[in-house]
């Protein structure tokens, strides 16, 4: 049974940079056909894709988002990381990873519980 | 860019279909999935590629998608059926609805 673990600050002043780790369990993050993915929730609010990395490195940016983020991964810890620069009180929300699957489709079967980054001096 | 157009809520009697709709243009020529988020609980995949459903997510969620517009039904509605729910598409871009809160009244 995959499972995906958020971790990283909750607090983080405004201007710097918020930084994640989801760390993947039971499953290779090296395994083709996955798209490993950032996806946030503002309070109270929906659904928001940040962007994802395919196992061969590759990343996919939610163009609203794509001049402050950065999707990496390190194969050797079976981890993916998020970094979303020059954040402000506007990128306060609950932050999830997730795992996405499909040639045709980018569905996302597998998440993480989910953490809450608030934006804040 | 691409919008995922969503009834903000939709209300059902217990036992009765729900159906929940999202628009979008062309979706019927694109794959459609729905998640269902309860209260402080990440999302949970319950019908992709419009009409297929997880292992382990009951025979009474079901979806279809043509035209302009996917939907996903809950037959025999449950109490336990009572979320918030989100409909997704991929249009070079990864596009949700804007959620539908499902109550069983």
């Known amino acids: 049974q995959v499972q995906l673990q958020e971790s990283g600050p909750g607090l983080v002043k405004p201007s710097q940079t918020l930084s994640l780790t989801c760390t993947v369990s039971?499953?290779?993050?090296?395994?083709?056909?996955?798209?490993w993915s950032w996806i946030r929730q503002h309070p109270g609010k929906g659904l928001e894709w940040i962007g994802y990395?395919?196992?061969?490195?590759?990343?996919y940016y939610n163009p609203s988002l794509k001049s402050r983020v950065t999707i990496s991964v390190d194969t050797s810890k079976n981890q993916f990381s998020l970094n979303l620069s020059s954040v402000t009180a506007a990128d306060t929300a609950v932050y999830y990873c997730?795992?996405?699957?499909?040639?045709?489709?980018?569905?996302?079967?597998?998440w993480g519980q989910g953490t809450l980054v608030t934006v804040s001096s | 860019s691409y919008e995922l157009t969503q009834p903000p809520s939709v209300s059902v009697s217990p036992g009765q279909t729900a159906s929940i709709t999202c628009s979008g243009d062309?979706?019927?020529?694109?794959?459609a999935c729905w998640y269902q988020q309860k209260p402080g609980q990440s999302p949970l995949l319950v019908i992709y590629?419009?009409?297929k459903r997880p292992s382990g997510i009951p025979e009474r969620f079901s979806g279809s998608n043509s035209g302009n517009t996917a939907t996903l039904t809950i037959s025999g509605t449950q109490a336990m059926d009572e979320a918030d729910y989100y409909c997704q598409a991929w249009d070079s871009s990864i596009v949700f609805g804007g959620g539908t809160k499902l109550t069983v009244l």
């Open positions: 039971g499953g290779s993050i090296s395994s083709g056909g996955y798209y």
């Open positions: 997730a795992r996405g699957y499909g040639d045709y489709e980018r569905r996302f079967d597998y």
């Open positions: 990395i395919y196992y061969s490195g590759s990343t």
């Open positions: 590629q419009d009409k």
């Open positions: 062309k979706l019927g020529e694109k794959y």
